[in-house]
């Protein structure tokens, strides 16, 4: 009688290609895990430079003006302006400027959508929405507070609002206060007031941050329409810790998505990626920062 051998695997050889498979896999992942982060670093970087690139065309379609950091309602009201949706119905506040209405228009993505041909995935990409363009409207506001790069707008175009009781028009930090006693306008307003853009921010990755600290953040964590210097007049707003930020106050610092380095926009035209540590320097944030006294321009602050 004839033996027949069955041919196969046995318990041990099927658990070594187990092990191997699960080394490779090991080895892999990160260099692919690598790959997906530089790639999405390299969408991010694009983005801002479109974003940028907009702000810019703002300035020259406005006799060299910056566009403001922020707009109240009763700003807006003053000056007659408003901004549209694709579908050509008006931004709240406009047109009825009601206080208690949504300022949508406040922030600065709604004033720079139209001359981005309306692409909102521009701003808001990192959250992966799934909105249609008929749900643009409804996500408005989310798009306005929170894109994915904050506006430098304390120090580039200012933050115009009306005083109490005459209702003019006044722009923060338009007189502040130096050391000796000197008042100066720390604000540029026109782009040839930007004395060193090689090294000036205009856009910046950024979050809203609560006092504490921040740490390894995710990549899909909540952006801000504004980027708020280390110091904004004389109140320390954040410093850089390892792998993050330490917040002190509420208030809107860098935030490096994808690779640990915040994606910046810089004043020239030119994008980079930038060690959180080297964006504590006040001259990157402030065209008036300079040495005053025994203060350096890295520390350089003013009173309100």
């Excluded at 910056?66 to 709240?92: C, F, K, N």
């Excluded at 306005?144 to 707008?153: E, K, V």
């Excluded at 921040?214 to 390892?242: M, T």
């Excluded at 809107?252 to 540590?277: C, E, K, T, W």
Aim: with cysteine.
């Amino acid at each position: 009688m004839k033996k027949f051998r069955t041919f196969g695997f046995t318990l041990v050889e099927i658990l070594v290609v187990l092990v191997v498979i699960a080394v490779l896999i090991g080895l892999l992942f990160p260099a692919l895990k690598g790959s997906i982060a530089r790639a999405k670093k390299t969408t991010e970087l694009n983005a801002i430079r479109q974003v940028g690139g907009a702000w810019a065309m703002y300035s020259i379609a406005n006799l060299d003006r910056l566009m403001p950091g922020h707009l109240t309602t009763r700003i807006q009201e003053r000056w007659d302006v408003a901004w549209a949706y694709p579908d050509e119905s008006l931004v709240p506040p406009a047109p009825f400027y009601q206080e208690d209405d949504p300022n949508i228009a406040g922030p600065y993505p709604w004033r720079l959508l139209d001359r981005l041909n309306y692409r909102w995935e521009t701003l808001i990409d990192y959250k992966n929405p799934a909105w249609n363009a008929m749900q643009v409207v409804e996500h408005a506001e989310e798009i306005a507070t929170q894109p994915a790069f904050g506006y430098n707008g304390y120090y580039l175009g200012g933050f115009w609002e009306t005083d109490g009781h005459f209702h003019e028009p006044k722009l923060k930090f338009s007189k502040a206060l130096l050391q000796h006693g000197q008042v100066e306008n720390v604000v540029a307003r026109v782009a040839s007031q930007i004395t060193t853009p090689t090294n000036m921010i205009v856009f910046c990755s950024s979050f809203h941050a609560q006092p504490g600290e921040h740490r390894n953040l995710l990549d899909d964590i909540d952006g801000s329409y504004l980027a708020v210097p280390r110091i904004l007049a004389n109140v320390v707003q954040w410093e850089p810790r390892e792998n993050g930020v330490e917040a002190f106050v509420d208030t809107s610092p860098p935030l490096g998505r994808y690779n640990g380095l915040p994606a910046i926009f810089f004043a020239d035209g030119h994008v980079d990626d930038v060690q959180m540590y080297d964006l504590a320097d006040q001259r990157m944030w402030i065209p008036k920062a300079r040495d005053m006294g025994n203060t350096p321009a890295h520390d350089f602050s003013h009173s309100e």
